[in-house]
C-alpha cells in the first residue's frame, strides 16, 4: 500500500520542528465594526514532523486563522513563523481540506484531484497515475467522471481529501473537514483517513471542536480559548495505534481525557464574555 | 412527453384564433393562414423575400458579432482589474438605461443612411447587455475557490483561466442571448429609420400599402429568425452548466 514513493516531509532535520509559532498575533478590521479584532494573540507553539496534532476550540476561536497562516495565505502581523524551517508559502508542500470542500463544480473529479499537481513539474501522465492512485486510496476510482454536484457531502470531502494528498504534502492543514456530514460517515471517514495517514505521515493540522474526534485522531490535542486564540493546555495521546483496530473508547485513558476535556471545553465557554452562554451555570462540579 | 402534446395542441388553437380573427377583422386586415402561406410563396417566386432576409442577417450579424468582440474583453478588463470596472461602471449603467433609439439621429447625420449606420445602431444595442453581463460575471467569482487555489499554488494567471472565467462563462452566454434579441429589435428599427431595407423595409413597404398577407410573412419571418437564435444560444447556455443539473 505503500508504493514506491519517498517521504516527503523531507528536507528539515529531525531536530528542527515542522512547524513553528513564535509570539504570532492577528487582528481583522472588519467592516462595520469600529475596533479590530483580535483573532490570534502570543500564540506560541511547535509541532514536530510526523505528528497528528488537533486544535480543540470552540467555534469562531481563530483555529482557522491558524491553519490560513501555516499555508502562508495570510501573514502574521507580528512574531515569527516557520514551516520547514522558511516562511510559509502557498503550494503543493502544504495541503489544505477545507470544511467546504471546495471542489470546482465544473470540473470532474479526476481534474478536481488533479488541480494541485498542475503547480508541479509532472507529466500528463504522471499527474493522472498520481490522481489514479490516490481516488483508489479514498475509494472513489469508479467516480473519477463524475461532477461534484453527483456526489454526497461524504464522498465530495474525499475528492477533496484525494486532491490535498495527490501532491503528497509534508503538511496537511484539515479545516473541520467532518463538521457538515452525518455523524456515522465521519465515524468511517475518521477510520478512512486514520488509515491513509499511516501509509505516509504528513504533519496534520485538524481543527475540530468535537473532543471525541481530537481524541480519536490525534497524536497531540492542543486545546485553545476563545478569541483571541492562544494554546491553553497540550495533551498527548496515549492510546495505541492503530486505533481502528479495537474499541479505543472503552479504554479508560479515553474516557477520562474526554470528560477532561468536555469540562474544560465548557468552562472555556461559559466563561468567555464574548459567547451567549456567557456565565451559564453548564459545567459539572468537579471531583465529585 | 406530454408537454409537446399540449405544446401541439396550443398551436392548433392559435391557428384556429387566427381564422376566427381573419373572419371578424375581414381579411383585408388579418390575412387567413392560407393567404399568408400564398404571399410567402409569391414572395419566394420573386425572390424578395430571401434578399431581404439576407441583407437583414447580414447587418444583424455583423453588428452582433462587432459587440461580441468588444462586450467580452472589455467586460473581463473591467471584472479582473477592479479599479477600471469601479470607474467605467457608473457610464455603462447609465449607457444602458438611456434608451438607445434616442441616439439614431446623431448616427445618421454621422455615419449616413446605409449599411455602416444599421450595424452601429444593433452594435449599440447588443453591446450593454454582453458587457454588464460579463462584468457580473467575473466579479461573482467564489472567492473560496480562488483562495482553494491560491493554496494549491496556482499562480494569478492560472486563477483566473482556470476558476474565474469558467466561473463567468455562463454569465457571458446569458447576456449574449439577451444581446441578440435586442439585436434582432434594432435590425428593425434600423431598418425601418434609415435606408428602407431588409425585413424591416419591407414591414414599413407591405404595412404602409395594406399588403397585410405579406406583411404578416415578414412578421413570422422575424419571428424565425429570433427563435433560432435564441435557441441555440439557450442551448450553448444549458450545455455549460450541464454539471449543475445532479446538484
Redesign the interface.
Known sequence: MTGPRGNSTGGASDASPAILFDNVSRTFTTAGRRAAVPAIRDLSFTVEPATFVALLGPSGCGKTTILRIV?G?LQGDTGRVEVFGAPPK???D?G?V?Q?F?L???ANVQDNVE??L??MPLTRAERRERADHHLELVGLSTFRHA????LSGGMKQRVALA?ALA?EPGILLMDEPFASIDAHTRELMQIELMRIWTVRRPVVLFVTHSVDEAIILADRIMLLSPRPARVIESFDVELERPRWTYDARAEPRYVELRSYLSDRMRELVVSDPASEFFGRDLVPPRGR | MMIGVYRIGFLALLMVLWVVAADQFGRNIVPTPLATFEAAQRLIAEGRLQSAFRASLTVYLSGYALAVICAIPLGVLMGGFRVLGKTLEVYVFALSATPRVAFIPLIIVILGLGADAKIFIIFLGTLLPILINTYSGVMAVDEELVEMARSAGASQRRIFLSIVLPNAAPFVVTGMRLGAAIGLINTVVAELYTAVSGLGGLLAIYGNSFRMAEYFVVVICLAIIGVVVTEALRHVEARLVRWRGAT
Open positions: 499555508d495565505l502557498p503550494g503543493p502544504i489544505f477545507f467546504n471546495r470546482i463544480p465544473w488541480f494541485g498542475k503547480s461532477y461534484p454536484g453527483e486532491r501532491t
